[in-house]
């Protein structure tokens, strides 16, 4: 070991020289500093070189003041909020390619407060930059940006045009009543489905979609194949044709059928049908409608599904629907078999004696028939059904099912509870339709109501159905008073609810779902 | 005899004054077609100074000017090149030289040389002798892994002592350090311990500095005897105060810029 040098022990027992760095002298200002690789102190780095030299200080940006958005080039919009770190990046990519040319790398980047009506954007950059034999010498350095005012090109159309629209779903369903698409309605909200849509008007026994673009429409053509048995069919129209760069503008109509059998409608199935669902009864009742039709037997309590190719094949239509539903008061019951279920629903076989109603306490026509609502019914409970024993009907497979087999004379669909009307707990969100004024009847806008009122009582009945849509807490609710012991009317928990989203002034309440 | 005596006493006072007047530092503005790295394309001792063959006759005549009446100025290559004084040591008593000098150049240097210097060829695989090892009239730093029969040579022929050693943990030696008789400078990343221990082998003050306006290459950048140094034309005010003090090249005026730096300095003499 040389005199003079200190020895450090190594935690591994190597000898390691203590090195403390010296100091020397700068060369351009002579002031004592650490040694580095330009051996020149800040200062003097500094004064003689200017890593920002060549960086831009002023660039521009365009902003859309409608929809707030900016241009990046060449052709997208990207929204962004003021001082947002969208907005940041926006601004940083415009000055990144003289960045990366001049080999200066951003270390940091904020924004300096400007006022939003003076047009410009302010940034200060963090510069790093490698000079001299390998220093990296940091500087800030500010940016300018002008903002300059332009409408984007939807936001162009849409002011040209407002009602603009290029797509259109005609959803049609050939039925009296409007039950389907209420419950679609309900369902479009769910999923969000027609956020897209420009416009939404009532066209008689259906519904009319208007779109921006095709796509948007062919999503909801998708989304409606898969919750309903539909059947499409397409044609465009030319509106305008660039001849110099062979573009072709088009509106499309995307024409959408729903499947006229409905739930709760009674069906009589011809024999080639019935030979062909496997010899399922004449009369079927529809239980289900999703993509595809679930169809009951009540008598033996089989269910088949129906898809909507299939349908095609028969078109058979419902000979009896809802709206003829009559009630019956239930005298006897005797269970059958023990409960069942199928595809969730529970259906339990019975023997029951009703009497309509309205023969209750006239005369003494009573109806010993078979019915699938065993779990349900008890002596003394109202049901509704359809009569067959009293009903005209205008449809052949009806009296071919007579003629050869012997029909019952009463098919019970549901339990009927007390009518009350009372403010519900919850309450649901409805699309914004545009009603069309020239087509509204006499009587329409009642008949409207019932519909209504009936859709909402059915959601309460079905907690299947209520799964698929969004209900929410109905602030005007009071909890009534009347005492409800012994009452087994159906209502919605108030799990199962939403809290609505209100903006006002108050604070607001975000949505929350317990389950 | 008593004007011999006379002359004798009045040559010896002449010898005397001149050799402590104070030499200035020679003038900041050398450059060797363009390039400020001197001490690449010189070689200065204090028994002669080696040149290299420029285009034109500016670096010879610089160094004529202050060297002629004092000492040979050769002007000479070595194997055909010009970088002489990174290919040569050498000091008062002797001058080694690569294996890639040819027999002319030998011979040349032979003539032109002083009688007591003595001129040898050694045969080393790491021929840049310059860059390797570094040496003043006692002591010399090599290269580590130099040759046992070079170390030898050095010690035959230019009669030094030799360390092997490196400097700021850099083995070429020879590049990062220029001292004299009387002083020294290193790379500036030199630790202060190491600074300790190089001064204690070389027995003179050592500081760490820059020249050439922060050029680490000390030894290429400048040229240094015990009284005139010759630096680039880039060295900065500052790198030239360092140079002029610890190498003791302006003597009795303590300027209050020296006073500085002696806190700088390391001064360890024995």
Known sequence: ??????????????????????????????????????????????????????????????????????????????????????????????????????????????????????????????????????????????????????????????????????????????????????????????????????????????????????????????????????????????????????????????????????????????????????????????????????????????????????????????????????????????????????????????????????????????????????????????????????????????????????LPEVVLVKKSYEKRPRTRRWKLKRLPVEEDAANKAKGEEEKRLDEYEAFLRDLELDPEMRFKMDLYKNEDYRSEMASTVGDDIPTVPIEELIEDLTLGDDEDDDGEEAV | MATRKFRFYFLRVIFLVASFVPRRLTLSGIQFENNCEVGVFSKLTNAYCLVAIGGSENFYSAFEAELADAIPVVKTSIGGTRIIGRLCVGNKNGLLLPHTTTDQELQHMRNCLPDQVVVQRIDERLSALGNCISCNDHVALTHPDLDKETEEFIADVLGVEVFRQTIAGNILVGSYCAFSNRGGLVHPHTSVEDLDELSTLLQVPLVAGTVNRGSEVIAAGMTVNDWTAFCGSDTTATELSVIESVFKLREGQPTAIVEDMRKSLIDSYV
């Open chain 1, 1 to 406: 070991m040389l005199p003079g040098s200190a020895p450090a022990a190594g935690g591994t027992g190597m000898f390691v020289p203590a090195a403390t760095a010296g100091t020397v002298l700068c060369c351009m200002c002579g002031v004592s500093m650490q040694p580095n690789p330009a051996n020149m102190c800040a200062r003097c780095l500094r004064a003689r070189v200017d890593i920002t030299e060549g960086v831009p200080r002023h660039a521009a940006v365009v902003y859309c003041p409608d929809c707030s958005s900016y241009l990046q080039p060449p052709r997208s919009w990207l929204r962004a909020t003021p001082e947002s770190p969208e907005l940041m990046q926006i601004l940083l990519r415009r000055i990144n390619r003289p960045l990366a040319r001049l080999r200066v790398s951003l270390s940091g980047a904020e924004f300096v407060f400007s006022e939003p009506h003076s047009k410009r954007l302010r940034l200060k950059l963090r510069l790093r930059r490698e000079v001299l034999h390998g220093i990296v010498l940091e500087q800030t350095h500010p940016v300018e940006f002008v903002v300059h005012d332009r409408l984007c090109d939807s936001c162009s159309r849409a002011q040209a045009n407002p009602d603009q629209w290029v797509a259109v779903v005609q959803l049609r369903q050939h039925v009296p009543h409007r039950r389907t698409f209420l419950y679609l309605e309900q369902l479009l909200l769910k999923h969000g489905q027609a956020s897209l849509a420009i416009r939404v008007a009532a066209a008689p026994s259906g519904l009319d979609f208007f779109f921006g673009s095709r796509s948007h429409a062919a999503r909801l053509v998708d989304f409606l194949a898969t919750v309903a048995p539909i059947q499409t069919s397409t044609a465009k129209q030319l509106v305008s044709h660039d001849t110099k760069s062979s573009v072709y503008n088009y509106k499309y109509t995307f024409s959408v059928e729903i499947c006229p059998i409905c739930r709760e409608d009674l069906i009589a199935l011809s024999r080639q049908a019935s030979r062909d669902m496997g010899g399922l009864g004449p009369l079927v009742l529809c239980v289900k409608v999703t993509n595809a039709i679930a169809l009951l037997d009540p008598l033996t309590l089989r269910v088949h599904h129906l898809e909507e190719k299939k349908y095609r094949v028969y078109n058979f239509k419902a000979a009896l629907t809802s709206k003829q539903l009559v009630e019956y008061i239930v005298l006897d019951i005797e269970q059958e078999s023990p409960e069942i279920s199928i595809d969730g629903s529970r259906y339990q076989l019975a023997y029951a004696q009703v009497a309509r109603v309205s023969d209750f306490g006239k005369n003494d026509t009573i109806f010993t028939v078979r019915t699938h609502l065993g779990h349900l019914l008890n002596p003394g409970d109202h049901a509704l059904g359809y009569d067959l024993y009293g009903a005209n009907l205008n449809d052949d497979d009806m009296d071919t099912a007579m003629t050869r087999y012997s």
